[in-house]
């Protein structure tokens, strides 16, 4: 199983994001509930850091005891995980924690630090941070749930292809449309 570290972005941007890792393992560091609990009354997010908040408490409500992980009702037996504690002895020190993206890759440097063995990937939609993440050798990836393809997009900037038909093949398109609209409107 893979370990994905949930950025603010993610969650804001989808409230069902949590959902959407398969059989993985989803982290939330307890400071991104903090960041999202300030954007509550934010007149463009604050439906989804509600939304989300609500997600979560509904989550923790069906959870056996604080010290175990929540299944995520996804059909793939996906794990969530609030974590803390982590931040990174070795974290640079001109980078302040007091930032939250710094402090998100101290939490991600932490945790490999006490669990060396775990591949751990932070998802973000912040470009910046992923650089700062590769930078620091921290595995990232964007949230690619609402991705389009770049083959999709390019197919919009096709030249429009003409297709030449003689008469009787238009007789017969347009008869067979006729058909199958009377068809249905009997039905």
């Given at each position: ?54 997600k979560?408490?509904?989550?923790l ?25 982590y ?75 003409e ?18 609209v ?6």
């Amino acid at each position: 199983r893979q370990a994905y570290v949930l950025d603010t972005n993610v969650l804001l941007h989808d409230p069902s994001s949590i959902f959407r890792f398969d059989e993985h393992i989803v982290l939330i560091p307890l400071f991104v509930l903090d960041e999202i609990d300030s954007k509550k009354s934010d007149p463009v997010i604050g439906y989804n850091a509600r939304e989300i908040s609500h997600k979560l408490e509904h989550l923790l409500d069906k959870r056996e005891s604080p010290y175990h992980a929540i299944q995520i009702p996804n059909g793939k037996n996906g794990m969530l995980f609030f974590t803390n504690g982590y931040m990174s002895n070795k974290f640079p020190s001109e980078l302040s924690l007091s930032y939250k993206d710094n402090a998100i890759l101290s939490h991600l440097m932490g945790m490999k630090e006490a669990f060396p063995k775990r591949h751990f990937k932070l998802v973000t939609k912040d470009r910046n941070l992923r650089i700062k993440s590769s930078a620091l050798a921290i595995p990232n990836q964007d949230y690619l749930h609402d991705k389009i393809s770049e083959e999709y997009l390019a197919s919009f900037f096709q030249p429009v292809k003409e297709i030449h038909l003689d008469e009787e093949a238009v007789s017969y398109t347009h008869l067979r449309a006729h058909e199958t609209v009377l068809d249905l409107v009997c039905r």
